[in-house]
């Protein structure tokens, strides 16, 4: 008994310092965008509130883990229904429900580092992404940078939360086959649209991430 008791005492501890928080997407104060800027064509800005995530934060080892998606649905572009549209039949090929689809991000261990309150703690790391289920055509992951600042209970709501801003640059759309030359009913369009849409651009998360 005194050697369970004792082994207890050791793993307890350690089981405590992992905390698990989530980011509500019907909160609407989280955030993703997406600008695809093409030189001799349009800028697109494609953004979302509803970013929803689960995270879990071992303050142990200062890393992180967890899952954020955006549901494509959420997703509007320039503000315009045509646009928007586009964008759904682009990403989902026209082959499965808008409705059913998500941009999805799932990682394990990325090093935050201790939190200290109100300070930016810088990150990088290599995540993958899904779009529709679909992972990058050469399986690698994006390289995401960020920063994550802790806000102790009643500086910022009475929960803890962790607000955290990340940016891909570089993320290559037709890496993930989103774009008219994928996409049924589209093929004839595909020379007309290469210079007006950047097939790359900057993907920005803003996060606000309440403990449970």
Not at 183 to 190: M, N
Request: hydrophobic share 45%.
């Amino acid at each position: 008994m005194n050697r369970l008791a004792a082994a207890l005492a050791a793993v307890l501890p350690l089981a405590a310092a992992a905390e698990e928080l989530t980011v509500a997407p019907e909160a609407g104060n989280s955030g993703f965008s997406a600008v695809f800027d093409a030189a001799l064509g349009e800028r697109i800005n494609a953004v979302s509130s509803a970013v929803g995530c689960e995270l879990r934060l071992d303050e142990r080892t200062g890393t992180a883990s967890g899952r954020c998606a955006v549901p494509l649905a959420s997703i509007t572009v320039d503000a315009d229904a045509t646009k928007s549209e586009h964008f759904r039949d682009w990403a989902t090929n026209k082959k499965s429900d808008p409705k059913a689809c998500r941009l999805e991000a799932v990682f394990d261990g990325v090093q935050v580092g201790p939190l200290a309150a109100e300070q930016a703690a810088p990150f990088t790391a290599a995540i993958p992404f899904t779009v529709c289920g679909r992972a990058r055509a050469d399986g690698g992951k994006e390289k995401v940078v960020g920063t994550a600042v802790l806000f102790p209970p009643g500086s910022y709501g009475e929960r803890k939360t962790i607000r955290i801003r990340a940016t891909i640059a570089g993320f290559d759309r037709e890496a993930y086959r989103i774009g008219p030359r994928f996409t049924d009913g589209w093929l004839a369009r595909v020379q007309q649209l290469a210079k007006v849409v950047a097939p790359t651009g900057t993907v920005e998360l803003s996060l606000f991430a309440k403990a449970k």
